[in-house]
Every structure is written in C-alpha cells, then in structure tokens.
C-alpha cells in the first residue's frame, strides 16, 4: 500500500520593507515583481546584491548559488541562467524550522515570519506546488544534482515520493523518510492571509521558537 505523504506547518520568510506589500497583493514570485517594476532582465540573472524596487520591496540576493558553483551541478541541458529564472518564478517556503532560522540569520534587516497551514493552502494550489528534497538556492560546498525533476510536484510526492526525481535525473533514489525541504508554488499566493496562522516581526539577532 502507498504510504500517503503530508505537510501541516510552513513558514515564510519575508523583508519587513516587504510587509506591506504582502499586505496589499498577497504573495508574488520575484518573476511577477520584476515584470510589475519593469525589470524583465533580471528575471535570468544572479543577484549578488539585494535589489530594491521603486515601491520599496526588496528581492534577496542569490550569493549562495554563483554561475561557476551552479553550473557544474546542473542536469537536463540547463544553464545558470535557467536555473535563476526557474527559481524566480517560484514562491518559497521553508518546512523546517531550524531552516527557517538559519536564513533568518543570515538576513541583515527585522524581517516578518508568516507561520502557515500547509493543509489549507494546499486544498487550493496543490496543483500549482512542488516540493524539494535539498534547498535548491544553494549551490556551494557539495551542491546537489538537479534539474526541472527537483521541483517534484506535491501530488505525485505524497503518492510516491521521490521516484520521479531519480528516474529523471539518474540519480540513487531517495529514502521514502527523506523529508522535503522545500514547498514552492508557482506565480502568486494573493490570498495568502486566508492560511496565516501567525506572524511575528523578528529582529535580526533573534529566532524563532515554538
């Protein structure tokens, strides 16, 4: 019998000059924010700064998967700059809490934490979301293979895990318990508030704990 995967709590990690924003439009993928600020060739590119947009939002910098680090690990013909515009186009959220903190950490400005109920959101875009087994922004160190198959979608991982990724990528399967890292959705969360659960303002010295 399958076993039948699930998430309950994720988390998202937003800049406090982003809050607003958020407030206003729900969530966006950085593509939607560049297109709104006219910003189309940034969509492929690496960021190695912040960059902030004429309304005050700011899209983080990708220091920690530079085009020499992401090239070597890149499977099914992709470029860096595929892979950028594949990650651009994608909303982020952490299933792990120390995760969570660590890119927390990481961040130099009080960010917000949306706490949110994975169950409810996923009712309504199952079928725009994907699930990770390794944090696909990082490409340093001992990066992991990857290609379009990392991004495996939510329906078919709760059904049979990582298969699909290690058909497609020719890789040593995955332990049926290997936990995703990652749950992404495609384009826009503009009712995001409808799954909240909480949400704190943290300074940039602090973490969070339940």
Known sequence: MTKQRSLQH??????????????????????K????????????????????LHNGAVIRDQKPMPPSALARCLADGLTPADWYAQLNRRIFFWIDLERLNRQRLACKTPQYIMTIDANSLLKSYAGRAAVTPFNTGNARRVPARRGLASFVPYNMWVNSGWESEAIALATKPRSLNHKPVELTIIDAVPDIFNFVIDFRRVECDEQLVF
């Open 10 to 31: 994720i988390y998202h990690l937003a800049d406090e000059r982003n809050w607003k924003s958020i407030q206003s439009d729900g969530l966006l993928s950085a593509t």
């Open 33 to 52: 924010l560049f297109e709104q600020a006219n910003l189309h060739e940034w969509i492929r590119c690496h960021r190695t700064e912040n960059i902030q």
